[in-house]
């Protein structure tokens, strides 16, 4: 079982930043692929990065050259550091863990609570 709890959203200006956090409780942090996504009102949840257990990282195009992903593992954390931030960015966004292997993912698919993320002037 791994819980996970996000921190770091809020209100932040056009073209601002923000870094959101996400702690993981277990000892197998490590092992996990983590993921950032985010959901819209009245739209679906979209992957926006991931990194795999071995520091592997993938963007959503809207998002590339301004979001960052990176891992702690000493510290259980997942970061997103969001630069030159957009109205569009407004969301709220939720961490992801899995556990995937050549084949694909497998066993549970945990998420944290989410945390709000509002762009706006």
């Known amino acids: 079982q791994v819980q996970l709890v996000e921190s770091g959203g809020g209100l932040v200006q056009p073209g601002g930043s923000l870094t959101l956090s996400c702690e993981a409780s277990?000892?197998?942090?490590?092992?996990?692929?983590m993921g950032w996504y985010r959901q819209a009102p009245g739209k679906q949840r979209e992957l926006v990065a991931s990194i795999d257990r071995r520091g592997s990282t993938i963007y959503v195009d809207a998002v590339k050259g301004r979001f960052t992903i990176s891992r702690d593992n000493a510290k259980n954390t997942v970061y997103l550091q969001m630069n030159s931030l957009k109205p569009d960015d407004t969301a709220v966004y939720y961490c992801n863990a899995r556990h995937y292997t050549d084949y694909g993912p497998y066993g549970p698919n945990y998420w944290g609570q989410g945390t709000q993320v509002t762009v706006s002037s």
């Open positions: 277990g000892s197998t942090f490590s092992t996990y692929k």
